[in-house]
């Protein structure tokens, strides 16, 4: 008896705890259908547009279709005109005497001018040479021109006077610890 009524307590505050929950399953209910609503127009706006990008294709596909068979024709009207236009093509000139004697006359004269030029060309070779052996000799350190000697002439006693320090540096220490006896 006492099981029976433990059992038909648990059993109204089960009933309970469900009629408590009603409103929380019909809201959840109605987010279901939404989601579900919502998912089917996204799948339904997916297939048309994966209708749309097919007829695309298929246009776009029609188009270089239709392209490479004018290139083809474009190409083969080009062939024939390569084919025969060595035959149609030929030239033929006449010069008479005197014109040959002129044009002779002509290419002698410009051959002297291009053997007068060639002194010139020869002068200006041997001034651009001699610009290069000036840039050689005075080179830009540090924005001042030294010419050759006077660099040599600065290493000569920046490496002497390094010498003379160091070797100062090394009697000072060896005369406070004996390092030579």
Not at 94 to 113: C, P, T, Y
Request: aromatic share 12%; glycine share 4%.
């Amino acid at each position: 008896m006492m099981n029976d009524v433990e059992n038909e307590v648990e059993e109204q505050q089960a009933e309970d705890g469900l009629v408590n929950r009603v409103p929380e399953l019909k809201q959840l209910s109605e987010d279901i259908d939404k989601a579900t609503n919502t998912f089917i127009n996204a799948r339904l706006e997916l297939e048309s547009a994966i209708q749309q990008y097919q007829r695309a294709e298929a246009k776009l596909g029609g188009a270089v279709t239709t392209i490479s068979k004018k290139v083809d024709t474009i190409n083969q009207h080009i062939d024939k005109a390569l084919e025969n236009a060595p035959t149609k093509l030929k030239v033929s000139v006449n010069v008479n005497d005197a014109d040959w004697q002129k044009i002779q006359e002509l290419f002698a004269k410009e051959r002297q001018w291009m053997t007068a030029q060639m002194h010139i060309r020869e002068v200006n070779s041997m001034f651009a040479d001699e610009r290069k052996k000036v840039r050689e000799r005075y080179k830009e350190y540090d924005g001042c021109y030294l010419g050759y000697y006077a660099q040599w002439f600065f290493w000569f006693f920046f490496v002497l006077g390094l010498v003379i320090f160091g070797l100062a540096i090394f009697l000072i220490l060896d005369s406070h610890y004996h390092w030579t006896k």
